[in-house]
C-alpha cells in the first residue's frame, strides 16, 4: 500500500432493495449509533441524484453536499465527442473540454457554464435552449447537469489535498461486497424480497455483526 493511501477506520454498510423511506430510516439510524451527532464537521458524497440531494436536506441539514468528482467529469468527455461528430474541431473539442475539467477541479462551477454558452454562440446557438428535451452528450444536457448540481461542487484540488474523499470508490466497493459478490453469481435469479433478505445477511456479516445477531433472543 501507498504511504498517501486513505483507509476508512470506522465505518459501516447500510444497503436495502426497498423504497428510499425504509433505507433512509436504516442509514439515520446506522449514523446516529457511529456517533453523528458529535461531528463538528459532516460531509455526503453523492453522484447527484435526485433523492441523495433530497435525504440530504431532510435529514443532515447542517452536513456539506458534495458532487463526486468522477460523476461530475463523466459527461464531458462524451459531449465533446458529440460536437465533433456534429462539425467541431478535434482540436477544439479537446482545448474546449479540458478547460471544462480545469475549471470543475478547481470549483469554478460559474466560469465553466459561462465558457459553455460561449461555445454555444459560436456554433451558432446563442442561448441554450434548457425547455427543449435534452439529448443525451449534447452541450444544453451538460449545462444543466452543471446548473443543477452547482450548490454540490468545491474546490476538488483543494478538498483532496486536505485529505477527503472526492470520489465513489469507496461506494462502488460497497456495492461490490454487499451485492455483486453475492447475488450476481452465473446462474442467479433473485427476487425483490428474497435479494433484500440476503442483502440483510451481508450487511450483518460484513459489519462484524453477526455473531451478535444471533446471539440475541430472538421473537417467536
Known sequence: MGSNRRRLLNKQYVGRLQSVLPFSQQLFTTARSMGIDNQEQLVILADGARWINKLAQTQYPKASLILDWWHLKRPVWPTVRGLQSDGLS?????????????????????????????????LGGAALDQSAQLAERSLPALHQFISNNQAAMIDYHRFQQAGYYIGSAVVEKAVDLLVCRRQKLRGQNWSRTGADRLLCWRQLILNHQWDHYWQQPQAA
Not at 479540458?98 to 470543475?104: G, T
Not at 462551477?109 to 459560436?122: D, M, N, Y
Open 90 to 122: 478535434s482540436q477544439d473539442g479537446r482545448d474546449w473540454g479540458q478547460q471544462w475539467i480545469d475549471r470543475l477541479w478547481r470549483g469554478q462551477a460559474s466560469q465553466t457554464l459561462k465558457s459553455i454558452l460561449v461555445l454555444a454562440s459560436q
